[in-house]
């Protein structure tokens, strides 16, 4: 019976079909499906936090170089941009062919990409290679978000995207400062990390493709509601804004206090640490409350965090800002996710998918141009992200007391119970 299943998974005649048997044909392998799952949203982290601390030692090697102060930022940057202008791809390609093959392809581009700096001698054939592991971190992250949609739904939705960004966040904490001590042996040691994807394809291999084919025939049937969509995408670019002052202008910050750089590893892996916890905590709210008013309570201690740092004269001020603006991020990730799922047709889980990681990496990227501050006063930016996530929090907030609830969208609501 369970074979006969099996083989319908990819011959029956509905979406609703589809999906029924690929959750029911996984249950035998779940835990190490959702293990592949964290792992993978945990190596993603891995495209700018690997490389983050040996950026000084890139640049005092590579001094030379006409620009390369402004060259060797953007090896951390323009992975960021890369994913956001060719996510939307990546998701066409993970409706149409699978969700596996993608994830295969993206962590053979990923290890050829990310370890080129262990042969790789110009500057020039180093941002090549993060052009090529800006289109495998796309493929992953599209990839493994239409996966999980496709896998779970309803509150069990919400409680493992509470888990993969607490993956996420804790795959920074333990980068960023193993980044730095890798770093200590030279520039080229922290690009020996990206070889770690190759660890992952075996288990990526044993993960279920997806369900192509059957779902694509049902995009001229199916329509996402953009109206319901566009929304979280916003929210996620202007979370992205102000969220990512921390590791893009919070360095310049804590040197300005005197901080160390061994100290500073440490406090922005701790700022990640504390996101990872709430996210975990997160899973007791899916489902529970309305998405908009558990977004506008991360947005507002965001908002609360970066208002306490951009007021503080030493570490000891900073650090509760962080704990504050790090229980917010915690929040605020999974949530968007979660929401998004629930208004995403399933013919159309990974172009809706791969838009959401446009949205996030266009926010990395614009942040520091958006929320800048003048060398001499660091704290400026933090004043700025602080107003921006208090007015988003308290727009969320009043949306949820005087609007409908934000409902589901009636065609996925219908796979569902079908």
Known sequence: MKNSRRSGMWNGHTRAQAADTLRTTTLDSEPLIQLTLLLLSALTVMAAAAIAPALPALEAHFAGVPNAHLLVKLLV???????????????????RFGRRPVLIVALLLFTLGGASGLIFNSLGALLAGRIVLGLAVAGTMTATGALINDLFSG???????????????????????????????????????????LLLLPLVWRLPPGVPGVAANETRKVRPRWGRVGPVYALALLYMLTFYLMPTQGPFLLAFLHVSPGTTG???GGFTLVAALTSLLYARLAGRFDARRVAALGFLSLGGGWLIVSRSDSLGGVLPGLLVGGLGAGLVFPNLYAWLADVTPAAW??????????????????????????????????????????VVGLGLLASSVFGRRAPADRTNARERVT
């Open 77 to 95: 940057t323009l992975v960021g941009l890369v994913i956001a202008l060719t996510a939307p791809i990546a998701g066409i390609l993970a409706d």
């Open 266 to 268: 440490l406090i922005l």
């Open 155 to 197: 509150p069990a939705r919400g409680q493992f995207l509470s888990r993969q960004a607490a993956a996420t966040n804790f795959g920074g904490a333990v980068l960023l400062p193993l980044g730095g001590v890798l770093a200590g042996f030279g520039w080229r040691v922290p690009f020996g990390l990206y070889l770690l994807a």
């Open 349 to 390: 889980r990974g172009r809706i998918t791969a838009g959401m990681s446009s949205a996030v990496f266009l926010g990395q990227f614009l942040s520091p141009l958006v929320l800048t501050s003048p060398p001499a006063r660091p704290a400026v930016g933090f004043v700025w992200g602080a107003a921006l996530a208090g």
